[in-house]
C-alpha cells in the first residue's frame, strides 16, 4: 500500500453518468468527499478544490505525494480568472482550446479561495476546463471548482475507463461515475507562458505546433526538475511490471504492446495512428499489468505530434 493511504476501506459504488449519478456526486463533493467522474483526457477525482480536508482526502486515497500540486477544473475562462491572473496571451490561449485538454499554470490571485494544499503551497495554479460533459455538469451542479488529478493510485497507470478506477481505488472513494471510455487517452498539455515564449510542462493532446499556431510565440519543453505543475514526477504510470520501450519484437515473457506494423498482444494501432494509440495507451498498460506475463514491451512509437505526448508516459511507466 502506498505511504499516505489509509487502511479504513469504504464502499464504492458505481453508477453510469445520468442526472441522477450527478446529483449524487454533488452530495458527496458538499460532503467534502473525492468522485471519480470522466473527462476527455482520464477519469478525475475530484473534490472542492476550496476545502482543504477533502483535498487532503483526495491525497489519502491516491497514495500521492503532497508536493504535487494538482489541477483545478473550472467551468469557463471568467471562472479560472477568479482564481488566477491571466495575461494577454494565456487569454488567447484559453480562447482557443478551452473547453478542452490544455492547462494553464499562471499565477494564484490574491483572493484566490482555492486551499494551498491543492497547488502545494506554489504561488502558481493549475487551471484547466474540461470538455467532458460529465466533469461540465459536475462542475455546474456543485458550484466549486474541482481539484482532480487521474483517478488512481498515485504512480500507476492512469485510467480510461471506470474498470481502471475500481482496481486501484475500490474501497478508498465512495462513488464511480461510468461515462464510458474517455476519447483523449492522455493527461492534458500543461503549459505556461514564461519569458516571452510557451513552455510545455507535460506534453498531451495540445502538441507544440498547435501551442505556436495559437500563441504566435515560440514553444519550449520544460526546464529543470523542479515540480511546478502536475504529472512532473520522473518515475510515473508505472504498471507494476518491467516496461522495456523501442521494441522491434516480443520475448516469450513479455506482454507485447504493438504499433504499426510491429504486432503484439495489444495493438495500440494497426494503422499507426498517433490519436488511437494515444486513445488506447493506458487501457494497454492496464491489460499488460493484469496479465500472467512477467513483463511488458512496447513498440517504438514516433516522436512527432501527439507522439510525444505516448513517449512521455512510456518514459515514466518504464523508469
Not at 111 to 136: E, K, N, W
Not at 252 to 259: H, K, L, N, P, V
Not at 265 to 286: I, K, N, P, V, W
Request: contains cysteine; proline residues 7%.
Amino acid at each position: 500500500m502506498a505511504e499516505g493511504q489509509s487502511n479504513e476501506r469504504i464502499a464504492t459504488e458505481t453508477l453510469p453518468f445520468n442526472t441522477d449519478a450527478i446529483a449524487r456526486a454533488v452530495e458527496r463533493v458538499a460532503a467534502g468527499e473525492p468522485v471519480a467522474v470522466p473527462t476527455e483526457t482520464v477519469y478525475g477525482l475530484a473534490a472542492d478544490a476550496r476545502n482543504a480536508a477533502a483535498v487532503a482526502r483526495i491525497y489519502a486515497a491516491k497514495g500521492r505525494p503532497d508536493f504535487n500540486p494538482l489541477i483545478v477544473h473550472v467551468p469557463g475562462l471568467a471562472a479560472a480568472e477568479k482564481l488566477g491572473v491571466f495575461g494577454a496571451v494565456e487569454r488567447k490561449l484559453a480562447a482557443h482550446f478551452w473547453p478542452g485538454p490544455l492547462t494553464l499554470v499562471v499565477p494564484r490571485s490574491a483572493d484566490c479561495p482555492v486551499a494551498s494544499i491543492a497547488t502545494a503551497g506554489l504561488d502558481t495554479i493549475a487551471l484547466r476546463v474540461p470538455g467532458h460533459r460529465a466533469m461540465q455538469a459536475l462542475l455546474a451542479e456543485s458550484g466549486a471548482p474541482l481539484a482532480a488529478p487521474s483517478a488512481n493510485a498515485s504512480g500507476g497507470v492512469s485510467p480510461t475507463k471506470a474498470d481502471h478506477v475500481l482496481a486501484t481505488l475500490d474501497g478508498r472513494i465512495a462513488l464511480v461515475i461510468d461515462g464510458g471510455p474517455t476519447s483523449a487517452g492522455v493527461e492534458s498539455t500543461i503549459a505556461r507562458v514564461s519569458d516571452g515564449a510557451v513552455e510545455i510542462l507535460r506534453p498531451g493532446p495540445v502538441t507544440a505546433a498547435m501551442l505556436a499556431e495559437a500563441s504566435g510565440l515560440a514553444v519550449t519543453g520544460t526546464q529543470g526538475s523542479e515540480i511546478v505543475a502536475p504529472g512532473m514526477l520522473a518515475s510515473h504510470y508505472a504498471p507494476g511490471k518491467p516496461v522495456r520501450l523501442g521494441a522491434t519484437g516480443f520475448a516469450g515473457d513479455e506482454y507485447g504492446i504493438g504499433f504499426g506494423a510491429v504486432r503484439g498482444d495489444y495493438q495500440l494501432s494497426a494503422a499507426g495512428d498517433l490519436t488511437e494509440a494515444a486513445a488506447r495507451l493506458f487501457d494497454a498498460l492496464h491489460a499488460g499489468a493484469a496479465s500472467p506475463k512477467t513483463r511488458i514491451a512496447v513498440a517504438a512509437i514516433p516522436q512527432d505530434g501527439l507522439g510525444a505526448a505516448i513517449n512521455d508516459r512510456l518514459s515514466r511507466a518504464a523508469v
